[in-house]
């Protein structure tokens, strides 16, 4: 059985800077592509990056540009997304999400295993 559970999420200052995690269990890490996605309040779920099997990564061209890194640690099975500078309009809950495949996807329908999510609230 897959699990992905995220953590790290809560509330922040503008221009603070959190980082979540997820952890996954039940599926080969190593050979599965890890993203984060998030969704703010009436709006649709959205592409933040994505950590390959191989630990390379990429980020959404226009969402948090510069400001986040996605990392992973084999031997703990957790995906990192490190937020900076973080601003009101990335108040959402953030999820991970778990490919059956080594290249990650922007496509939310991409991917099969998601986790509960974790909320983030970023306050002026």
């Known amino acids: 059985q897959v699990q992905l559970e995220e953590s790290g999420g809560g509330t922040v200052q503008a221009g603070g800077s959190l980082r979540l995690s997820c952890a996954a269990s039940?599926?080969?890490?190593?050979?599965?592509?890890i993203g984060w996605f998030r969704q703010a309040p009436g709006k649709e779920r959205e592409f933040v990056g994505v950590?390959?099997?191989?630990?390379?990564?990429?980020t959404a061209d226009s969402v948090m540009k510069g400001r986040i890194t996605i990392s992973r640690d084999k031997d703990k099975s957790t995906v990192y997304l490190q937020m900076n500078n973080l601003t009101p309009e990335d108040t959402a809950d953030y999820y991970c999400?778990?490919?059956?495949?080594?290249?990650?996807?922007?496509?939310?329908?991409?991917?099969?295993?998601w986790g509960q999510g974790t909320q983030v609230t970023v306050s002026l």
């Open positions: 999400a778990a490919r059956d495949h080594p290249y990650g996807s922007r496509e939310v329908a991409d991917y099969r295993y």
């Open positions: 039940g599926l080969s890490f190593g050979s599965s592509a």
């Open positions: 950590s390959n099997w191989s630990g390379t990564t990429y």
